[in-house]
């Protein structure tokens, strides 16, 4: 079973950039971040961003041309770019497969907070 590690959260003022990462060890299938906001149980996680194995990416409309998500295959990992941070991105972000077919269970997250 997968195991995802995710890390590179902190404190982002508004406008700023922060870049998440997620170690995926040898999955090869698409993946996806996720996002519970505060407040919100593990159930409602949103799912923001997701790239395929060949690279192609979807965004939720929300962070549409301000993250950008990426996936480097000779180090196992996806990423998760967040500019021009906007106070509604805060959260605790996870990473998952795309599918839920091939999802396991989740990791720790890592916390996103935005200050004004």
């Known amino acids: 079973q997968a195991q995802w590690v995710e890390s590179g959260g902190g404190l982002v003022q508004v406008g700023g950039s922060l870049r998440l990462a997620c170690a995926i060890g040898t999955f090869n299938r698409a993946m996806s971040w996720f996002r519970q906001a505060p407040g919100k149980d593990r159930d409602d996680r949103e799912e923001v961003a997701s790239i395929n194995w060949s690279g192609i990416p979807w965004y939720e409309d929300s962070v549409k041309g301000r993250f950008s998500i990426s996936r480097d295959k000779a180090k196992n990992m996806v990423y998760l770019q967040m500019d021009n941070v906007k106070p509604e991105d805060a959260g605790v972000y996870y990473c998952?497969?795309?599918?839920?077919?091939?999802?396991?269970?989740w990791g720790q997250g890592t916390q996103v907070a935005v200050s004004s």
């Open positions: 998952n497969a795309e599918e839920r077919i091939w999802r396991s269970a």
